[in-house]
Antibody, heavy 124, light 108 residues
Framework: EVQLVESGGGLVRPGGSLRLSCSAS????????MSWVRQAPGKGLEWVST????????YYGDSVKGRFTISRDNANKSLYLQMDSLRADDTAVYYC?????????????????WGQGALVTVSS | DIQMTQSPSSLSASVGDRVTITCRAS??????LAWYQQKPGKVPKLLIY???TLQSGVPSRFSGGGSGTDFTLTISSLQPEDVATYYC??????????FGPGTKVDIK
């Protein structure tokens, strides 16, 4: 069974930092791209960042570019999101998501499994 | 950046009704379009990818169509458990891999 478990969420002051982790199990982690998607309270889904299978291709949304860093550790089946210079509008539930197997159409980043989410609250 | 829009933003229909949601991309995206369902208080779930390929385990009353800039998600016979917000997403080409704003579906 595919499982994605986020950790590291919490309350942080504006300008502060936080690191989210996602522990994966139930599939060959190194064969799938991984991404973070967030959802502000009462709002829609926002794609945040994507990391390809071997970290050769990394993408960020404009709202987090230069402040957030995605990384992965295939040996430990883990995905990370380092969030710096946090702002109030970064407040959201952050979902760890799995992309399709690398043999699927190259460059395809839809999300077939989602974690339960980690709440990040940025407030003074 | 390619913008994704959805219509309507919300709808209310009766059980058994045929429901269609439209998603439009500001530029052509071939068939690189996914649909997600998010029930109230729950995690989003992938319904369709490749514009029309049903994800494993998704009921056959859901179907997707379209290519280029115009896409549809159809529920052939609305069920109470289909109450949710539905999002489209453009997932290939240059980032961002944008979601549409969502369509909220209720039972009348």
């Amino acid at each position: 069974e595919v499982q994605l478990v986020e950790s590291g969420g919490g309350l942080v002051r504006p300008g502060g930092s936080l690191r989210l982790s996602c522990s994966a199990s139930g599939f060959t982690f190194s064969s799938h791209s991984m991404s973070w998607v967030r959802q502000a309270p009462g709002k829609g889904l926002e794609w945040v960042s994507t990391c390809s299978t071997n970290s050769n291709y990394i993408y960020y949304g404009d709202s987090v570019k230069g402040r957030f860093t995605i990384s992965r550790d295939n040996a430990n089946k883990s995905l990370y999101l380092q969030m710096d210079s946090l702002r109030a509008d970064d407040t959201a539930v952050y979902y760890c998501t799995r992309g399709p197997h690398y043999t699927y159409v190259w460059g395809s980043y839809f999300f077939d499994y989602w974690g339960q989410g980690a709440l990040v609250t940025v407030s003074s | 950046d390619i913008q994704m829009t959805q219509s309507p933003s919300s709808l209310s229909a009766s059980v058994g009704d045929r429901v269609t949601i439209t998603c439009r991309a500001s530029l052509g995206i071939s068939n690189y379009l996914a649909w997600y369902q998010q029930k109230p208080g729950k995690v989003p779930k992938l319904l369709i990818y490749g514009a029309s390929t049903l994800q494993s385990g998704v009921p056959s009353r859901f179907s997707g169509g379209g290519s280029g800039t115009d896409f549809t998600l159809t529920i052939s016979s609305l069920q109470p458990e289909d109450v949710a917000t539905y999002y489209c997403q453009k997932y290939n080409g240059d980032p961002p891999f944008t979601f549409g704003p969502g369509t909220k579906v209720d039972i009348k």
